[in-house]
């Protein structure tokens, strides 16, 4: 491999900026352009449906303002790439500039699904975010649309802000199709508990400026909506270029896509896992965070193959979880239960057939090490001692032969 010396990021986010920020932890002194859509510099978006709707004034960026300059990373921020030529290596921005690169790096995230009535309202941005915060209030009557992990933080977020929430969701649960029943009954106990309204089984048709239609035709007045219908991945560039891609941009475990010299991280990349023996794309922090610097590596021909497990984190009022592993499209997964998850306090396992294939901590702190070390062992030939599993008297490290 042809040591690169012009690099280009297109996306402006978690992935893009740790991409940068690993290109130059690597000694990598040539040329890095990092262009941007967003009029922001990089920041974590976590925070977005939590701490800045309850005003703790977070400003998550990845970076300081000068660690770009610092650095000799050229940020173009406002800058939206409409093109590239993969023949001649250039891609090619809004404005008309063109950006040579040896290699490039395609981070451009996901973008929220929509009703499609134009008062539809999502949260994805900064700007979002702080469109909301001003929008929840003490009496402020919100309908949010999905109850998935955006919609439930928000929820979460405007209740404490003393705002009437209701969800609605075709579903019968929220989460239900992510955690199944078991789980997904702690989530609606804690949101009841709280305040928060359910209208299951049922979807909204319209969005309008001051409420919402639901399928019998019902209408729900609201002085804000937003809809949390998850998102899709940001891969037109990738189609345009004729790439591989699917349900997001193929890559292999180097975050290499189909042409040897463009590369993919964070929520659009679909990668080839080597451990899970499946293509996967994990929409959630942990992984721009970690897929990013590893495409950067691979760039400079110093990839190793991606090992990393999905992994994602929650909270909502006064419940944190985290989660890792994966369970197949499918599989048919057994729920058991190392704790009280009526009190919200315990560890879930996923199990399929004779392996852990993931676990969840709720409310229940440093334990993700060795859940992540029982769902490897399954993946790697090891075993794990199952009828212990639910035994707090043992502990999880015991657990594997
Ligand atoms: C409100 C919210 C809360 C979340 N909370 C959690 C959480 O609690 N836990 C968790 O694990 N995950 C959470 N996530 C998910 C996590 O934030 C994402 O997985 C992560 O941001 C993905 O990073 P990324 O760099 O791939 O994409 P992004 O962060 O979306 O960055 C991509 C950037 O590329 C830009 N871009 C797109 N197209 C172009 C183009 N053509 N040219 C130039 N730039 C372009 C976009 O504008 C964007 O700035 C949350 C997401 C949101 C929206």
Redesign the pocket.
């Given at each position: 491999m042809t040591p690169p010396e012009s690099i280009v990021i297109?996306?402006?986010?978690?992935?893009?900026?740790?991409a940068a920020e690993t290109l130059r932890e690597e000694g990598f002194g040539g040329r890095i352009t990092l262009?941007?859509?967003?009029l922001i510099r990089?920041?974590?978006?976590?925070?977005?449906?939590?701490g800045r709707l309850l005003g703790t004034g977070e400003e998550p960026f990845v970076h300081d303002e000068s660690w770009y300059a610092e650095h000799d990373v050229d940020l173009r921020l406002g800058?939206?790439?409409?093109g590239m030529d993969r023949k001649n290596h250039v891609v090619r921005?809004?404005s008309g500039e063109d950006v040579a690169y040896d290699r490039l790096l395609l981070?451009?995230?996901?973008?929220?699904r929509r009703i499609g009535t134009p008062a539809d309202s999502t949260?994805?941005?900064w700007p979002?975010?702080d469109r909301f915060a001003a929008a929840i209030d003490k009496g402020t009557r919100l309908v949010i649309v999905g109850a998935g992990?955006?919609g439930l933080?928000?929820a979460s977020a405007a209740r404490q802000r003393g705002a009437h929430v209701t969800v609605v969701t075709p579903d019968s649960l929220p989460l239900r199709k992510v955690l199944g029943d078991t789980v997904a009954e702690v989530f609606a106990d804690l949101h009841r508990a709280h305040g928060v309204e359910f209208r299951f089984g049922t979807h909204v048709r319209e969005v309008l400026p001051d409420g919402v239609i639901v399928a019998d035709d019902t209408r729900i007045d609201a002085d804000a909506v937003l809809v949390a219908i998850g998102?899709t991945p940001?891969i037109?560039?990738a189609v345009e270029a004729g790439l591989a891609t699917g349900d997001g941009v193929h890559v292999d475990a180097l975050h290499t896509t189909s042409d040897p010299d463009i590369f993919a991280?964070?929520?659009?990349?679909a990668v080839e896992h080597p451990l899970l023996k499946a293509r996967v794309r994990?929409?959630?922090?942990?992984?721009?965070l970690d897929?990013?610097p590893a495409a950067a590596r691979a760039m400079l021909g110093r990839g190793t193959p991606w090992e990393k497990l999905p992994?994602?984190?929650?909270?909502q009022f006064d419940l944190g979880m985290e989660y890792a592993g994966w369970v197949p499209p499918g599989a048919e997964a057994r729920v058991v239960v190392r704790g009280d998850l009526a009190a919200r306090e315990g560890i879930v396992f996923w199990l399929v057939g004779d392996r852990v294939a993931a676990g969840m901590n709720l409310n229940v702190w440093d334990v993700q090490e060795q859940i992540q070390a029982l769902v490897r062992a399954g993946l790697t030939g090891g075993k794990v001692d199952l009828d212990r599993l639910t035994d707090p008297s043992v502990p999880l490290e015991d657990l594997i032969a």
């Open positions: 297109a996306g402006g986010g978690l992935a893009g900026a740790k262009l941007g859509a967003e990089p920041y974590e978006r976590p925070p977005l449906s939590k800058a939206v790439v409409t921005t809004a981070a451009t995230g996901a973008t929220p949260l994805r941005t979002d975010s992990w955006i933080e928000v998102a940001s037109d560039l991280a964070g929520d659009i990349a994990v929409e959630h922090w942990g992984n721009a897929s990013g992994y994602f984190f929650t909270d």
